[in-house]
């Protein structure tokens, strides 16, 4: 008789263990695909998160240029068409400013980053080199292209903060004298991937 009992509890433990493993088995098969859905939007948020902050820094890119042509032309009246691609941080003093200062001042065709200072939010321009960087450029710690983030001004900038994940680049070409095609791409790291958003503009040297 004893023997009998502990045959009978055996047997159905032995059944509770496997409803327990069924169970188990029916739960993350229900919630695997829920989890790789919530995974998969906590990716696809950060990438939007991230591709929205680039389209702003490559039309911020944009935006900067254009106002240095448009206070060049505040600044040299009768002039404009001469100093409308000087550099910014070279024409403090307008009155002292000839044709050939200009003309050694302007922005060349070539690479750039835009240089703010965090202080009285200036911005100047500074060249990198004459080619533009490649689509598949492998971005390192060091990269000039590579911006900070402002911990009390919440800026994006190179020379104080954090370092982000974004890079930015200002490509300057000219069609022409009169003419400035600019380009401004910005690289960012999704996963493995380089991602790129690219703005596109062309200044004169004639007011619209």
Not at 10 to 26: D, P, Y
Not at 42 to 71: K, Q, S, V, W
Not at 110 to 126: E, F, M, P
Request: glycine share 4%; proline share 2%.
């Amino acid at each position: 008789m004893k023997n009998k009992i502990f045959k009978t509890s055996e047997k159905h433990s032995g059944e509770t263990l496997i409803e327990i493993i069924i169970a188990v088995g029916v739960i993350i098969t229900i919630l695997a695909p829920a989890a790789g859905l919530q995974v998969q939007s906590i990716r696809d948020l950060a990438f939007n998160r991230d591709y929205l902050i680039a389209e702003t820094l490559a039309d911020e890119g944009i935006e900067i240029i254009r106002n240095m042509r448009d206070t060049n032309f505040l600044k040299f009246p009768g002039k404009e068409k001469d100093c409308w691609n000087t550099k910014p941080d070279d024409s403090n003093n307008p009155s002292q400013i000839t044709l050939d200062t200009c003309d050694k001042n302007k922005i060349e065709a070539g690479s750039y980053i835009l240089k703010r200072d965090i202080d009285t939010l200036k911005w100047s321009i500074k060249n990198i080199g004459a080619n533009s960087i490649p689509d598949d450029f492998n971005f390192e710690e060091d990269s000039e292209y590579r911006l900070k983030l402002d911990n009390d001004t919440q800026l994006y900038n190179h020379d104080s903060g954090e370092l982000t994940n974004f890079f930015r680049e200002i490509y300057v070409e000219y069609d022409g004298e009169n003419k400035m095609n600019v380009l401004s791409r910005v690289f960012f790291k999704n996963g493995a991937k380089t991602k790129i958003v690219k703005r596109l503009y062309h200044l004169t040297n004639k007011k619209i």
